[in-house]
Nanobody, 116 residues
Framework: QVQLVESGGGLVQPGGSLRLSCAASGIMFSSYTTGWHRQAPGKQRELVAVINNSGITNYADSVKGRFTISRDNAKNTVYLQMIGLKPEDTAVYYC??????????WGQGTQVTVSS
């Protein structure tokens, strides 16, 4: 059974930092492209950052320079370090893993709220 379990969300003040984690099980993690998406109320889910199995990263323009995605294949975990958080970063953040064979998995999401 495939599971992606996110953690690390919460309430933070503007300018603050959070680190999200996503622990995967039931897949050959190292062969998957992994990423973080987010969905704010009333908006479509959007890609935040992605890292492939070669370590190549890509970011949404809105988070470049503030967010860093990384992965630890030994721990089957992908991370999203977020600094300089803004109210517009408030959303449910979802972990995703996909491979070349069409497998595509999502976590349950973790809430990030940026507010004073």
């Amino acid at each position: 059974q495939v599971q992606l379990v996110e953690s690390g969300g919460g309430l933070v003040q503007p300018g603050g930092s959070l680190r999200l984690s996503c622990a995967a099980s039931g897949i050959m993690f190292s062969s998957y492209t992994t990423g973080w998406h987010r969905q704010a109320p009333g908006k479509q889910r959007e890609l935040v950052a992605v890292i492939n199995n070669s370590g190549i990263t890509n970011y949404a323009d809105s988070v470049k320079g503030r967010f860093t995605i990384s992965r630890d294949n030994a721990k089957n975990t992908v991370y999203l370090q977020m600094i300089g958080l803004k109210p517009e970063d408030t959303a449910v953040y979802y972990c995703n893993a996909n491979d070349h064979y069409g497998h595509n998995y999502w976590g349950q999401g973790t809430q990030v709220t940026v507010s004073s």
